[in-house]
């Protein structure tokens, strides 16, 4: 599967140069007899300051993929280049500090918090184990990231539980930041957080990566906020991506069954639009990515589906400008 | 339309190590015949606390209904015996919860969840217990029935287990289904089967359903009216069209102007309420969103606001909808172009 990352590079010229760059990454988990095939052959890059969203359902590979990126899982197969080096050939010592230009924010904002560490110890720690601030000027640092992320500096010895969701995932951000990153994999960031909380922790978040040239991968399985956030879209399917555009185009003209069905079965708050709307329902469930379909991995449950399908795995290929898919449809 | 559930000034707490949690504080609202009807709020805001005591399944202790009405079918919930209630929970009222994973028994089959309220309310045998069971399975989409109706909730798939949870809450087909966010653990292409299912049953059975949610994108999809509810209290109820298109209170306006639209241009930045909702232990005085709210007034951190009617079917608890309000105040609240 030739993927013309020169066509990619072309497509978003306002950001900066190329800062990650995927090339056939998989992911394989062993269970029994067989493996699972959690991310199986992503091709992608990320530019410089740039947003790029994962979108899909539970079991599409998304955050197996985020985690194999930042080498949380060793990958199976191919390479992650970050700025040129490849992560998944680093020495521990290499990966180490390559961990201070990658960072990561969790779903889970009441699991990802030590409980028994003050706040001020958990922001602390990146600092400690990269050897970046100590004693007077350690607290400081904490003071001022707690104070970056809207949260008040004299909380610093206060425990996780004394904070609400959203404060925590404010905390978590400021962990991220305390090593000044150049990326961040926000996996899930703000789908544990209340609708009213969540536009605060997004609105944060894009308002450090203006301050700070930040560049993520925002994983989520809420299409409107993925919109919302990112420049770019890629749609996951049984390990796969399906589809990769610019957040407009894609949801002005998705061009893959699979990301059509699932913008569609998004309501939107509005009765008048929702009343006149036609929903693509899909049929049944996603397939089990341990025994996935042959061919195109989406074909029984999509309403386009062709003959071809069953046989022959679609071709990934860029049908616009910057506009990528891989379905029959448009061979 | 007639009223087939009315709850007039519902008052829940707890009785906590802490002190009393003031979940439910006076709630009002009421279903019609074969009407959807949504109610909205954040986390803890009492929406749970509320369904769950129309069918009398919050634990007591810690819970207390400190006091108010519930009138089902003309008859006071509050008051019944625990005998009582079992008749009329699963037979007259029907829930779904939100957890397929954890709501249903994983050490019975799937089909004797669903007889187990057929034998009981309806008197049937065990095998014509079974043959509506199958009816039932298929009613909900799960294929071949025969075969399914046998397994156990492990062999169910998320999807699956949501809708069997279904066919066990509308086996006896109940006059009221009350689903406690039903879609919230599903993802979004089994949420739009789901709520698929649900709008077609209520058409064939003509039950009455209460939905809770946080996604004002399900209410819009397939609600009749909406009752918003925030730290306990209900601060504004109306048609969907009413709380969509002319929302009457800060808070319902900034639901709404804090969830991201697929349809819109992503430029316009996500309005967020500030703050956090707050402590239940101990509920503010006067309105409990003023703290949060930018259009707090004097009025507002000291005296409770009451009901105001817009409209026959459209209510909210705001000063700002007092006619002794000023006019500016309305015109600069959030979201009012």
Redesign the interface.
């Known amino acids: 599967m030739a993927v013309k990352l020169k066509d990619m590079n072309k497509q978003t010229k306002k950001h900066g140069d190329v800062l990650l760059e995927v090339k056939g990454l998989k992911k394989f988990f062993p269970a029994g007899e067989s493996v699972v095939k959690a991310v199986n052959d992503l091709n992608f890059v990320i530019h410089r300051g740039e947003t790029l969203g994962f979108v899909g359902?539970?079991g599409c590979g998304k955050s197996t993929a985020g985690r194999t990126i930042l080498r949380l899982y060793d990958a199976t197969e191919g390479e992650v280049l970050f700025e040129g080096k490849d992560i998944q050939k680093l020495s521990a010592r290499e990966l180490k500090e390559a961990r201070k230009e990658i960072q990561m924010i969790f779903q889970d904002p009441y699991a990802s918090l030590n409980p028994r560490m003050t706040v001020g110890d958990i922001i602390g720690e990146p600092l400690d184990i990269h050897g970046l601030a100590r004693g007077e000027k350690r607290k400081e640092r904490i003071q001022e990231l707690l104070k970056l992320v809207g949260l008040n500096p004299e909380h610093i010895n206060r425990f996780p539980h004394e904070f609400?969701g959203?404060?925590r995932q404010r905390i978590g951000i400021a962990r991220a930041l305390a090593v000044e990153p150049k990326f961040i994999i926000c996996d899930e960031p703000i789908s544990a957080l209340?609708?009213?909380?969540?536009?605060?922790v997004?609105?944060l978040l894009k308002e450090l990566q203006n301050k700070m040239g930040l560049t993520y991968l925002f994983i989520a399985?809420d299409?409107?906020?993925v919109?919302?956030i990112s420049d770019r879209v890629a749609v996951m399917y049984l390990g796969k991506m399906v589809e990769l555009a610019s957040?407009?185009d894609l949801?002005a003209e998705p061009l893959h069954p699979y990301s059509e069905?699932?913008?569609?079965?998004?309501?939107?708050?509005?009765?008048?639009?929702?009343k006149s709307r036609e929903?693509i329902?899909?049929?049944g469930?996603?397939p089990s990515p341990m025994n996935p379909p042959s061919g195109c991995h989406f074909r029984t449950r999509c309403p386009k589906v062709m003959d071809i399908c069953s046989k022959v795995e679609p071709e990934w290929k860029e049908v616009k400008p910057g506009h990528f898919t891989a379905c029959h449809i448009y061979n | 339309m007639e009223k087939i559930l009315d709850v007039k000034d519902l008052h829940v707490s707890f009785i906590t190590y802490a002190g009393e949690v003031k979940a439910v504080r006076g709630v009002n609202f009421h279903v019609s015949k074969g009407e959807s009807v949504a109610i909205v709020g954040e986390s803890g805001c009492g929406k749970s606390v509320t369904s769950q005591t129309l069918m009398r399944l919050i634990p007591m202790p810690p819970g207390v209904i400190k006091q108010g009405q519930i009138l089902f079918q003309g008859e006071d919930i509050v008051k019944k015996s625990d005998k009582e209630m079992e008749k009329i929970r699963g037979k007259e009222m029907g829930m779904i919860f939100q957890d397929p994973m954890t709501s249903l028994n994983p050490t019975m089959s799937i089909g004797r969840q669903i007889m187990e309220g057929l034998v009981k309310h309806q008197g049937l045998s065990k095998a014509e217990a079974k043959e509506r069971a199958i009816d039932m399975l298929r009613l909900v989409g799960i294929p071949n029935p025969e075969a399914r109706v046998d397994q156990y909730p492990h062999e169910f798939s998320g999807g699956m287990r949501q809708r069997a949870m279904i066919a066990i809450a509308l086996a006896c087909e109940p006059k009221l289904l009350i689903a406690d966010e039903p879609t919230t653990a599903l993802d979004v292409t089994i949420q739009a089967q789901i709520m698929d299912l649900m709008k077609d049953l209520q058409v064939k059975t003509g039950t009455s359903i209460i939905l809770i949610t946080h996604d004002l994108g399900v209410v819009a999809e397939t609600c009749d009216r909406v009752v918003v509810m925030y730290a306990g209290q209900v601060i504004e109820t109306g048609t969907v069209n009413e709380i969509f298109y002319s929302p009457k209170h800060p808070y319902t306006k900034g639901l709404l102007k804090s969830v991201p639209r697929l349809d819109l241009k992503k430029d316009e930045p996500l309005i967020p309420i500030y703050g956090t909702p707050p402590d239940l232990l101990n509920p503010p005085k006067g309105c409990a969103f003023a703290p949060r709210c930018d259009f707090a007034m004097k009025v507002c951190t000291e005296l409770d606001p009451q009901m105001e009617e817009m409209s026959k079917t459209h209510k909210a608890a705001c000063w700002l909808n007092h006619p002794m309000a000023k006019e500016v105040n309305q015109k600069s609240a959030v979201g009012s172009e």
């Open positions: 359902e539970s609400s959203g404060q209340d609708v009213s909380i969540q536009a605060q997004v609105n399985h299409l409107s906020m919109k919302h957040s407009e949801y069905a699932l913008l569609s079965a998004i309501p939107i708050p509005d009765p008048e639009l929702e929903r329902v899909l049929q469930d996603v």
